[in-house]
């Protein structure tokens, strides 16, 4: 299964909705009487959380109204942050503290067609400030101290190449953290010593020219199966991680030090695991297969819980208007034990604008 198959199989279509309620990240927001499709896109392992899991982002965008719903599950509580409509949101990043945000959007602009923006903004209200804006964007993440940002960056569209981007908050400026490039990228993180970066993607290709060439990438490439690298620096390699791994694993994040990888399959479900920098891996936690995949999960910094971000569906199987929150304590391969379960019905929500500007 591709990445982009993961993102085919995740989307939610609800269709035929009288007075509609839709969620707006973790909220709600009452659309309209009349009946209307809405699509949720939440992809596993792609939605904001913070290094503690006390705070995640989820994202709505439908016909009339898009959205960024952050969620404190400690305080019982959800920002949500409307963007309006004919802007589509996605891949929110949270800074470590949780008061700031980065997010993509594509603006229905038609001076803007065909290209991504992105945005930096407070997660409790106020004006978004746009930090780049390029043919495509992938994957934000912050660095520890938060004043970074990390992001796949292109100027080829989707199926483009993209080359590994770092973005100083403060100045603006950007530079490319590494001279190779990638067909296509999955995710990216800083490694927590400071010695460089851990990257999920399609390649690597020594150049953007090569990696705009399909048939000079790898196998596992022209399958469409990203891979796991560390670079370390700008004018090195990049070093292929966790080779002999079997199965398909895609990055998730760093915790204690050690790499978490994660691994989707309808036949199994969903698996999490730490593994070493020697590619010794331990399970931390692995759901139920088939139908009751989660919609989205993540692993705590300290690797002793996982947190999942499921719709929820009634007797017949039509998807609802609110999602069911999770969190569990990792264990030797179970499911975990369930130390909170919330419905975003449950948590208090307080509306605010995000104005793009």
């Given amino acids: 299964m591709t990445v982009e198959d993961v993102r085919r199989s995740r989307r939610r279509v609800l269709v035929g909705m009288a007075a509609a309620v839709a969620v707006s990240g973790c909220g709600k927001r009452v659309m309209s009487e009349e009946a209307a499709a809405v699509e949720v896109f939440v992809v596993p392992g792609n939605f904001g959380a913070t290094p503690d899991l006390r705070r995640i982002a989820l994202t709505y965008w439908g016909r009339d109204s898009s959205a960024i719903g952050v969620c404190d599950l400690q305080a019982g509580s959800v920002e949500v942050l409307n963007a309006g409509p004919k802007v589509g949101i996605g891949m929110p990043a949270l800074s470590p503290d949780g008061e700031t945000m980065a997010f993509i959007t594509q603006a229905w602009d ?6 991504d923006l992105l945005y930096l903004a407070p997660t409790r209200g106020g004006d978004a400030r746009r930090i780049g804006t390029r043919a495509h964007y992938e994957a934000p993440s912050f660095s520890p ?6 992001v796949f960056a292109g100027d080829k569209g989707v199926l483009g190449s993209v080359q590994l981007v770092e973005i100083d908050l403060a100045s603006g400026a950007e530079r490319v953290v590494w001279s190779g490039a990638f067909e296509g990228g999955h995710k990216a993180v800083y490694d927590p010593t400071g010695a460089g970066y851990w990257v999920g993607g399609m390649g690597p290709a020594a150049s953007l020219e090569e990696a705009t060439g399909w048939a000079t990438l790898d196998y596992d490439t022209k399958n469409g199966s990203p891979r796991i690298f560390r670079i370390l620096r700008e004018d090195e390699p990049a070093r292929p991680f966790a080779v002999n ?3 398909r694993w ?15 399959a309808l036949e199994t479900g969903s698996r999490a695991a730490l593994v070493n920098r020697q590619g010794e891996a331990r399970l931390l936690w692995r759901s139920p297969r088939g139908s009751e995949l989660p919609d989205g999960w993540a692993v705590s910094a300290d690797a002793k819980r996982v947190l999942t971000v499921r719709i929820q569906k009634d007797d017949a199987g039509n998807f609802l208007d609110r999602y069911e929150i999770s969190v569990f304590e990792t264990g030797s391969g179970e499911s975990g034990k369930v130390l909170s379960q919330v419905l975003s019905s449950d948590l208090h929500a307080t ?7």
Avoid at 145 to 150: E, K
Avoid at 250 to 264: F, H, I, K, W
């Fill in 110 to 115: 038609p001076k803007l067609a065909g290209l």
């Fill in 145 to 150: 101290d938060g004043g970074r940002i990390l």
């Fill in 245 to 247: 791994l079997g199965g």
């Fill in 250 to 264: 895609a990055l998730d994040g760093v915790a204690n030090d050690q790499v978490v990888l994660g691994a989707l």
């Fill in 351 to 357: 509306n605010h604008d995000l104005r793009l500007v």
